[in-house]
């Protein structure tokens, strides 16, 4: 499995932007579907976006369509999710997962886990 780091949450207000970026080890990384998750205080977690092995095939939860855009560079074992017109809504720790030969349909099944960054937007 991957070992992933999550880096660029921090603070911003309403209708603002972030970029969180998903560092990973290891040589399988581009045979690797990819997302983003996200849990705010006292919900459950959320599914936010995924994108596939060579990324042509993304998918995004309902409340971000439009707003969010992940992206992946395989050269530097890298997986970004662009974040633009943030809402308080969108206050909560953001992790990046992983499933070897996964897909982005199924995110559920994702397996390796980064330790998350804390996003917190303000009104």
């Known amino acids: 499995q991957v070992q992933l780091v999550e880096s660029g949450g921090g603070l911003v207000q309403a209708g603002g932007s972030l970029r969180l970026s998903c560092a990973a080890s290891g040589r399988s990384f581009s045979s690797y579907a990819m997302g983003w998750f996200r849990q705010a205080p006292e919900k459950g977690r959320e599914f936010v976006a995924a994108?596939?092995?060579?990324?042509?095939?993304?998918n995004y939860g309902d409340s971000v369509k439009g707003r969010f855009t992940i992206s992946r560079d395989n050269a530097k074992n890298t997986v970004y999710l662009q974040m633009n017109s943030l809402k308080p809504e969108d206050t909560a720790v953001y992790s990046c997962?992983?499933?070897?030969?996964?897909?982005?349909?199924?995110?559920?099944?994702?397996?390796?886990w980064g330790q998350g960054t804390q996003v917190t937007v303000s009104s």
């Open positions: 994108i596939g092995w060579r990324g042509g095939s993304t």
């Open positions: 997962a992983g499933r070897l030969f996964g897909s982005v349909f199924t995110p559920n099944e994702y397996n390796s």
